[in-house]
């Protein structure tokens, strides 16, 4: 079986309400193709926390899983210091 490369994504916790699950809010700047303007994307991503260690204001770098529920296709690997 191949080993697929899986996508890795670096937020913001801004919810962990549920249990073994936190909200990340990932911001992208992105440029317009026409007018040069930059402009930023927000996303929300449900994300796995198996162990309930991350908290609001914590900056996380999770990545792509199978699915673990109807929403849930991310997995927290770790808290980055910054």
């Given at each position: 079986?191949?080993?697929k490369h899986k996508r890795t994504f670096q937020g913001t916790v801004v919810s962990?309400?549920?249990e073994k699950t936190i909200v990340v809010k990932v911001?992208?700047?992105r440029m317009?193709?026409?007018y040069q303007k930059r402009?930023?994307?927000r996303r929300k991503f449900k994300v796995h926390d198996q162990k309930n260690e991350y908290h609001v204001g914590d900056t996380?770098?999770?990545e792509e899983v199978r699915p673990l529920?109807?929403?849930k296709r991310w997995r927290a690997i770790k808290?980055?210091?910054s």
């Amino acid at each position: 079986m191949e080993n697929k490369h899986k996508r890795t994504f670096q937020g913001t916790v801004v919810s962990d309400k549920m249990e073994k699950t936190i909200v990340v809010k990932v911001v992208e700047s992105r440029m317009h193709p026409k007018y040069q303007k930059r402009y930023q994307v927000r996303r929300k991503f449900k994300v796995h926390d198996q162990k309930n260690e991350y908290h609001v204001g914590d900056t996380v770098m999770f990545e792509e899983v199978r699915p673990l529920s109807r929403e849930k296709r991310w997995r927290a690997i770790k808290k980055v210091n910054s």
